[in-house]
């Protein structure tokens, strides 16, 4: 298993958002490629930090619209897309 994620969906527009995964122990935050995608396609790198049992990715949407986040372990997907309103 390459690791699963849990991302509260939503929230206002120029707000600090988070979310975590749940990466396998030998894990390493470099092997994690997170990207914002806003409602215009813009695409935005989002760092990840080390935590215990996994990684935290902090992001701020500047566009109101759907946003997705997209996932990469090891430059292979995890999982879908995932879309979510911004307000």
């Known amino acids: 298993s390459r690791g ?5 969906a939503g929230g206002p527009v120029n707000s600090v958002q988070e979310f975590h995964v749940l990466t396998p122990q030998a ?3 470099g092997e ?5 995608v806003s409602p ?3 695409r935005t790198p989002c ?3 080390a935590v215990p049992g996994g990684q935290v990715v902090q992001f701020t949407p500047l566009e109101v619209g759907t946003c997705e986040i997209q996932l990469k372990y090891g ?3 995890v999982g879908k897309p995932r879309p979510f309103q911004v307000s």
Request: hydrophobic share 35%; charged share 20%; glycine share 14%.
């Open 4 to 8: 699963a994620w849990h991302h509260r």
């Open 27 to 29: 894990a390493g935050v």
């Open 32 to 36: 994690l490629e997170v990207t914002l």
């Open 40 to 42: 215009s396609g813009h």
């Open 47 to 49: 760092p990840a930090k």
């Open 75 to 77: 430059g292979e997907p």
